[in-house]
């Protein structure tokens, strides 16, 4: 039986919307949000720049309401329930923070990879590594057994080294 790897991008490609200016709209912040996501997504700013100052944006926003607006932010029926039938073949790649994602990725069941935060002393998020999603290709690579194919799925510039370094890519 072959042994094909699926990796997702999360925000706009699994979920019908990007979740930082879901997040910033319910918190007023909506404008500046929108122009810093949009420049990432063309690949104006670095992806890894442009999260550090979204993250920055937002990590004052209590992680309650972090996860009640991810909670309900709308997952793409088709691959939503591609991923939930074949979740030992699935596999999210998203450069968001894993605390803020924690819902989302609750309910698909699969592998995740995705920027590091942790809650410090204070009770504020730390953004302590971003994804680079090579990496994540390179880490699928070298596991054992090793896939036969890995099919990337993404839609924008962030997605460009994972789309590079697979298989098949599908870019929208």
């Not at 996860?67 to 591609?82: L, S, T, Y």
């Not at 699935?90 to 699969?110: D, M, Q, S």
Request: proline letters at 5%.
């Amino acid at each position: 039986m072959k042994h094909n790897i699926f990796i997702f991008d999360l925000d706009s490609t699994v979920t019908k919307a990007e979740l930082l200016p879901e997040i910033a709209k319910v918190v007023g912040m909506d404008i500046d949000m929108i122009r810093l996501t949009q420049q990432a997504l063309d690949g104006v700013v670095p992806f890894k720049v442009s999260f550090r100052q979204r993250f920055d944006l937002l990590k004052h926003v209590p992680l309650e309401t972090v996860w009640q607006v991810a909670d309900h932010v709308e997952i793409d029926e088709h691959i939503g329930k591609f991923i939930q039938e074949h979740r030992e073949q699935c596999v999210i790649a998203t450069g968001n923070a894993n605390l803020w994602v924690k819902p989302i990725t609750e309910k698909l069941g699969c592998r995740v990879f995705a920027s590091h935060a942790e809650i410090d002393e204070s009770g504020t998020p730390q953004l302590l590594t971003v994804l680079y999603k090579g990496d994540v290709m390179q880490t699928l690579r070298t596991e054992y057994p090793p896939p036969d194919k890995i099919i990337a799925i993404g839609d924008s510039a962030n997605d460009i080294p994972m789309f590079e370094a697979a298989d098949y890519s599908i870019a929208y």
